[in-house]
Nanobody, 129 residues
Framework: QVQLVESGGGSVQDGGSLRLSCVAS????????MAWFRRVPGTEREGYAR????????????VYAPSVEGRFIISKDNAKNTLYLQMNNLKPEDTAIYYC??????????????????WGRGTQVTVSS
């Protein structure tokens, strides 16, 4: 199996930037499709799915959610077995817990949370106005 650990979250002002990292172990990320998701704190018990933000597939293709396209960039460093999410022009509505995911099942869309088998524990991002 794959273990994922996110880092890089924190507090930033409206319009600021952060870069999130996700270190993978147990497999090479070059063999895996990987993705970033987020969830607004407190919505777990309400049954909301995590929002898919960005996917980097094993063939190098990417897909972005409309809410972040043009502001966020997904990338990876195979030598470090690390996935990144560069977040620019952050807004208060971006405040959430951010997760990386791996193990795409291939039975649905790449931005669907139920399509991934492995998840990190998340890192908090807070954007203040």
């Amino acid at each position: 199996q794959v273990q994922l650990v996110e880092s890089g979250g924190g507090s930033v002002q409206d319009g600021g930037s952060l870069r999130l990292s996700c270190v993978a172990s147990g497999d090479s990320i070059s063999r895996e499709a990987m993705a970033w998701f987020r969830r607004v704190p407190g919505t777990e018990r309400e049954g909301y799915a995590r929002e898919g933000l960005a996917v980097l597939d094993r063939d190098g293709s990417t897909v972005y959610a409309p809410s972040v396209e043009g502001r966020f960039i997904i990338s990876k460093d195979n030598a470090k077995n690390t996935l990144y999410l560069q977040m620019n022009n952050l807004k208060p509505e971006d405040t959430a817990i951010y997760y990386c995911a791996a193990g795409f099942r291939g039975t649905g869309g790449r931005l669907w949370s139920n399509q991934y088998n492995y998840w990190g524990r998340g890192t908090q991002v807070t954007v203040s106005s």
